[in-house]
């Protein structure tokens, strides 16, 4: 069983910058797709940005160019930078795993994060 224990977010004005991490337990950490998911108020989860086991990576076009998302194998954790923030980028953002390529099946426990303009 994959668990994810994520940490970092908050509120920050717009323009700022914030990073969430994600430690990982269980499975082989160096072999899942990861992803950041978030659900904006009133509306449906979206994945923001994965990272795939080869390092390839794929991206929301509303966050590419200012979200990073990166993965320590030998920590096992997952990260999003997130730079250039806009008000709405404001929602809980999770992050995820899957043993299988662009499907998950772990989910960590959500944190919000609010931009204020």
């Known amino acids: 069983q994959v668990q994810l224990e994520q940490s970092g977010g908050g509120s920050v004005q717009a323009g700022g910058s914030l990073r969430l991490s994600c430690a990982v337990s269980g499975g082989t950490f160096s072999n899942l797709f990861l992803a950041w998911s978030r659900r904006r108020p009133g509306e449906e989860r979206d994945v923001v940005a994965a990272i795939r086991a080869n390092g390839r990576t794929n991206y929301l076009e509303a966050v590419r160019g200012r979200f990073t998302i990166s993965r320590d194998n030998a920590k096992k954790t997952l990260y999003l930078q997130m730079d250039s923030l806009e008000p709405e980028d404001t929602a809980v953002y999770y992050c995820?795993?899957?043993?299988?390529?662009?499907?998950?099946?772990?989910w960590g426990q959500g944190t919000q994060v609010t931009v204020s303009s």
């Open positions: 995820a795993a899957g043993i299988e390529t662009d499907r998950i099946n772990f």
